[in-house]
């Protein structure tokens, strides 16, 4: 039977200018002599938005690494316990989001609390509406993302501004765009067509693409908004997509995409807000039959009467083309990793998550090689 499962999410807020405002009444969510989770880039934000704001502040952390190294969340913990934090403002990417919800987790195994999260998102993936977060373990001899789901750690609070995301880099912007499309797509993996997250990811991937497909080239956010260029709603939308695509995480498991950014990103220092650029498309042409015909929701106007391989090629080419047309990597091999090593990207992915490895159908581990080698 269907079912959707529902994370403790409190609050939404979402609309121009209302930042500072929604900062302001945090505490009638819970939200208590809260310590701020960030990083340097955004202390500028920080300074003028948010920290005039909050009230009864425990101080802030900036000290949030990409991909939440293991000591990092023990730094952070040691943070909230040394200031006597109560909650978390987490004003960042999904590095610092998925960085509070680790250590809301070490601080509930430690003193039985969970610490309630305000998540100011500065990017488009949509880790603010999850429970999922990884923890990148450094202590054995190869650094491995291992991932997590705890229901209280979804952020209890989430605001959506545009303010937020218009000084954030084009790249790191444009790329969690496309990470919050493979949460749309991978999302079908376990649904039905009928599931509200392909019904609200259909709508989000749609959003996303129109505003994306018109995106100037080669010009920063701020600039492109003093220029006239995008708009601030233009924003907005982009907020409002990531959204409808991760509107369903406790239901949907997501797949080899996700797992293969996993592996370049959290052992291979990949930025994981492109490894979906990388592998996305490449992805979907890959696993067009164990998806069947659930990718048809993705089509402006779907048809009974086209094969999967169709629906599938169509919609990896309007991702790939999005990428293209953006600047975005969508090779391995732009950045500096060693071919020598994609043989160990496979192994860790066919020992650590061979379920996503078996959607590739009958003889998978060949067409997992075989995939990773044409992404390079």
């Not at 969510?29 to 955004?42: D, E, K, Q, S, W």
Request: with cysteine; proline share 6%; glycine share 8%.
């Amino acid at each position: 039977m269907n079912h959707l499962n529902c994370l403790p999410q409190e609050g939404i807020y979402w609309g121009q200018h209302i930042l500072q405002g929604v900062v302001a009444r945090l505490g009638d969510h819970g939200i208590h002599r809260p310590i701020t989770f960030t990083v340097a880039p955004l202390e500028g934000l920080y300074r003028s938005c948010v920290q005039p704001n909050l009230k009864e502040q425990a101080g802030s952390f900036t000290e949030l690494p990409a991909h939440v190294p293991d000591v990092a969340v023990q730094e952070g913990l040691d943070a909230c316990l040394q200031a006597g934090a109560g909650s978390i403002v987490a004003l960042g990417g999904g590095s610092v989001l998925d960085a509070a919800k680790a250590v809301s987790h070490l601080h509930h195994e430690k003193t039985g609390r969970y610490l309630p999260i305000a998540a100011l998102p500065t990017t488009l993936s949509g880790s603010e509406f999850s429970h999922y977060f990884g923890i990148t373990e450094t202590d054995g001899p190869q650094k491995f993302k291992r991932s997590y789901a705890v229901r209280e750690t979804v952020p209890k609070v989430v605001v959506i501004d545009p303010v937020l995301v218009s000084d954030t880099p084009r790249s790191l912007l444009l790329a969690s765009a496309v990470k919050g499309m493979d949460h749309a797509v991978e999302g079908m993996r376990k649904v039905t067509k009928e599931h509200p997250h392909a019904i609200m990811a259909a709508s989000g991937l749609a959003r996303f693409l129109r505003i994306l497909q018109k995106w100037p080239q080669a010009v920063e956010t701020r600039a492109a908004l003093e220029q006239g260029l995008v708009t601030a709603d233009d924003l907005l939308q982009l907020q409002l997509a990531a959204w409808q695509c991760y509107f369903s995480p406790a239901s949907v498991i997501y797949g080899l995409s996700h797992r293969i950014g996993h592996i370049l990103g959290g052992t291979f220092g990949l930025p994981h807000s492109v490894t979906s650029c990388i592998t996305l498309a490449p992805v979907i042409r890959a696993c067009a039959d164990f998806y069947g015909d659930k990718l048809g929701v993705f089509a402006a106007t779907p048809s009974s009467a086209s094969r999967n391989a169709d629906v599938a090629a169509h919609l990896a080419d309007q991702i790939s083309q999005v990428v293209k047309s953006l600047g975005l990597p969508d090779r391995i091999s732009a950045f500096d990793l060693d071919p020598a090593k994609l043989p160990e990207v496979a192994r860790l992915l066919k020992k650590n998550y061979p379920n996503e490895v078996a959607d590739l159908g009958d003889s998978a581990s060949v067409k997992l090689d075989e995939l990773l080698q044409s992404l390079w």
